[in-house]
């Protein structure tokens, strides 16, 4: 089983770059997919970006393509999600997640998860 912890959340004008972190935990041996999902207040949880165990694939929802970049440092357990040119829209608590053990490709689907952080608030002021 796999520990998620996120960091780098906060506020941020609109416009400007944040890069959130998220670093795992416990059965690190196994290869996994890790993926990057948001709820805005008010609405329903939504796949922002996912990425594959080797980086070789890669997913991102149209409202943050060209905008927000997915990466990983497998040595280092951690995924990222470089957040530019952001809007008020974006605002919302930003969850990692991964996928069970050996299950390397990336996918959009939240329900192919099954390891969640806690996640972090990213607030967007206009």
């Known amino acids: 089983q796999l520990q998620l912890v996120e960091s780098g959340g906060g506020l941020v004008q609109a416009g400007g770059s944040l890069r959130l972190s998220c670093t795992a935990s416990?059965?690190?041996?196994?290869?996994?997919?890790m993926g990057w999902f948001r709820q805005p207040p008010g609405k329903e949880r939504e796949g922002v970006s996912s990425?594959?165990?080797?980086?070789?694939?890669?997913y991102y929802a149209e409202s943050v393509k060209g905008r927000f970049t997915i990466s990983r440092d497998n040595a280092k357990n951690t995924v990222y999600l470089q957040m530019n040119s952001l809007e008020p829209e974006d605002t919302a608590v930003y969850y990692c997640?991964?996928?069970?053990?050996?299950?390397?490709?990336?996918?959009?689907?939240?329900?192919?998860?099954?390891?969640w952080g806690q996640g972090t608030q990213v607030t967007v002021s206009s």
């Open positions: 997640a991964a996928r069970a053990p050996l299950r390397t490709a990336a996918v959009a689907r939240d329900s192919e998860y099954v390891y």
């Open positions: 416990g059965r690190t041996y196994s290869r996994y997919a």
């Open positions: 990425i594959s165990w080797s980086a070789d694939t890669t």
